[in-house]
């Protein structure tokens, strides 16, 4: 079923054929749904596609609701307000992720505290998640604070990464036991299960990203997805600049501009309409590198989580440089050389200068996943030549 494909990029001087590590898949109804918006002239933030993106993603995250958002920042920034994440509180976000989450809790004046990664699958530590509730903080005038900063606890930020689950159940165990609201960012795991449910179907609230690079892409968009129809409603609204009238200009509020539009919609649609066979192909891409990849002297493959079904959005390995005879930034240095594109992952969120003065657990998994870490090409499309040549290119890190 992978067909084979070549890619081009440019630089002043040269041009490659390279492996990608991961581009947009549109061989659906895309163009189709486009063309409609621009012969019916629907092409603003108000249109039919929208609503039935919103229902499409709704029902992929197994949530009642889903207002769809110029991207899955933005959702992420809306869900922490309707959350009641104020100026000066913290939330518990995953010191292993991509920045935004932690971006996103600024917007709201608030702070990060970060929860290290687990081993096995890079997700957040619920026990060092239970040990910063529990021995961190006190409760104090009503509210959970943490100890070492005094700032109240607001909100838990699990954040899926790489198309796995976090281990939710101990995660919703501790927010219960606390009366903390969850936030999920479940931007890079829509179509990942977690004991059969979808990632984003567990918090008040998650967020999904339509990103360029993410499982379903829409060029730019996100999804702020929900059970709760007051949260929607009131998502919808914020989104909209939270104009009160339908006529008259009339603000009740400080809202947002981030709504999408009905040709971005379109597109989600049509992306949509091919999300198992997105999965179904990552899932087949992952048991492709596994079954090849796992042979090789120093490189761990990824493993799906029990009781998980991960979609292995961007397939990751670790490389253990004592084995491997390289760290992780040589491989990709050599698969550069061989026009073959991987990269590291994010520098985690403790580390980040961009957070500096945020509290954060110990984080020394983290640390060792980003040194040792590295995401190889796996395109939706992916030829099983190009698997071929990647994990050539990786077996050859021994010889
Ligand atoms: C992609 C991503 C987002 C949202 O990205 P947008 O580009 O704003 O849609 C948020 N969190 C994580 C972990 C992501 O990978």
Same mark, same amino acid.
């Given at each position: 079923?992978?067909?084979?494909?070549?890619?081009?990029?440019?630089?002043?001087?040269?041009?490659?054929?390279?492996?990608?590590?991961?581009?947009?898949?549109?061989?659906?109804?895309?163009?189709?749904?486009?063309?409609?918006?621009?012969?019916?002239?629907?092409?603003?933030?108000?249109?039919?596609?929208?609503?039935?993106?919103?229902?499409?993603?709704?029902?992929?995250?197994?949530?009642?609701?889903?207002?769809?958002?110029? *991207?899955?920042?933005?959702?992420?920034?809306?869900?922490?307000?309707?959350?009641?994440?104020?100026?000066?509180?913290?939330?518990?976000?995953?010191?292993?992720?991509?920045?935004?989450?932690? *971006?996103?809790?600024?917007?709201?004046?608030?702070?990060?505290?970060?929860?290290?990664?687990?081993?096995?699958?890079?997700?957040?530590?619920?026990?060092?998640?239970?040990?910063?509730?529990?021995?961190?903080?006190?409760?104090?005038?009503?509210?959970?604070?943490?100890?070492?900063?005094?700032?109240?606890?607001?909100?838990?930020?699990?954040?899926?990464?790489?198309?796995?689950?976090?281990?939710?159940?101990?995660?919703?165990?501790?927010?219960?036991?606390?009366?903390?609201?969850?936030?999920?960012?479940?931007?890079?795991?829509?179509?990942?299960?977690? *004991?059969?449910?979808?990632?984003?179907?567990?918090?008040?609230?998650?967020?999904?990203?339509?990103?360029?690079?993410?499982?379903?892409?829409?060029?730019?968009?996100?999804?702020?997805?929900?059970?709760?129809?007051?949260?929607?409603?009131?998502?919808?609204?914020?989104?909209?600049?939270?104009?009160?009238?339908?006529?008259?200009?009339?603000?009740?509020?400080?809202?947002?501009?981030?709504?999408?539009?009905?040709?971005?919609?379109?597109?989600?649609?049509?992306?949509?309409?091919?999300?198992?066979?997105?999965?179904?192909?990552?899932?087949?891409?992952?048991?492709?590198?596994?079954?090849?990849?796992?042979?090789?002297?120093?490189?761990?493959?990824?493993?799906?989580?029990?009781?998980?079904?991960?979609?292995?959005?961007?397939?990751?390995?670790?490389?253990?440089?004592?084995?491997?005879?390289?760290?992780?930034?040589?491989?990709?240095?050599?698969?550069?050389?061989?026009?073959?594109?991987?990269?590291?992952?994010?520098?985690?969120?403790?580390?980040?200068?961009?957070?500096?003065?945020?509290?954060?657990?110990?984080?020394?998994?983290?640390?060792?996943?980003?040194?040792?870490?590295?995401?190889?090409?796996?395109?939706?499309?992916?030829?099983?030549?190009?698997?071929?040549?990647?994990?050539?290119?990786?077996?050859?890190?021994?010889?």
């Amino acid at each position: 079923m992978k067909r084979a494909r070549a890619y081009t990029i440019r630089s002043d001087t040269t041009s490659k054929t390279v492996i990608p590590l991961s581009v947009p898949c549109l061989r659906g109804n895309e163009w189709a749904y486009v063309k409609e918006c621009l012969d019916t002239n629907w092409v603003s933030s108000v249109g039919s596609f929208v609503e039935r993106f919103e229902r499409m993603a709704a029902a992929a995250a197994g949530t009642g609701h889903a207002v769809a958002t110029v *991207n899955g920042t933005a959702a992420l920034h809306i869900a922490l307000k309707l959350a009641g994440v104020e100026a000066g509180d913290e939330v518990a976000v995953s010191d292993l992720t991509f920045i935004a989450p932690a *971006n996103a809790v600024r917007y709201q004046g608030a702070w990060p505290v970060f929860v290290d990664a687990e081993p096995m699958h890079w997700q957040m530590d619920p026990q060092k998640l239970r040990d910063f509730l529990r021995k961190e903080c006190v409760f104090a005038g009503g509210a959970l604070k943490n100890r070492h900063t005094g700032r109240r606890v607001a909100a838990l930020l699990p954040v899926h990464i790489l198309g796995h689950p976090c281990d939710m159940d101990p995660i919703l165990e501790e927010a219960g036991a606390f009366g903390l609201p969850v936030v999920e960012d479940a931007t890079e795991s829509l179509g990942v299960l977690y *004991n059969g449910r979808p990632a984003g179907s567990f918090g008040r609230m998650a967020s999904l990203s339509f990103n360029g690079n993410k499982i379903l892409t829409t060029g730019g968009g996100g999804m702020l997805v929900t059970n709760d129809a007051e949260m929607a409603r009131r998502a919808r609204h914020l989104t909209t600049q939270a104009k009160d009238d339908p006529v008259e200009y009339i603000h009740g509020e400080v809202g947002f501009n981030y709504r999408l539009t009905n040709v971005l919609a379109a597109i989600g649609v049509a992306q949509m309409e091919r999300l198992d066979r997105h999965v179904a192909d990552k899932r087949a891409t992952a048991k492709a590198y596994t079954e090849a990849l796992s042979k090789v002297p120093g490189i761990r493959c990824p493993a799906e989580p029990k009781g998980a079904f991960s979609t292995f959005w961007l397939y990751s390995i670790l490389v253990e440089e004592k084995i491997a005879g390289m760290d992780s930034r040589a491989l990709l240095r050599r698969l550069s050389g061989k026009g073959i594109e991987s990269r590291p992952l994010w520098q985690p969120m403790h580390l980040s200068p961009a957070h500096r003065g945020s509290y954060a657990t110990d984080c020394t998994v983290a640390g060792r996943l980003y040194r040792e870490a590295l995401s190889i090409p796996c395109s939706v499309g992916i030829s099983s030549a190009e698997i071929d040549q990647v994990v050539s290119a990786i077996s050859d890190v021994n010889g």
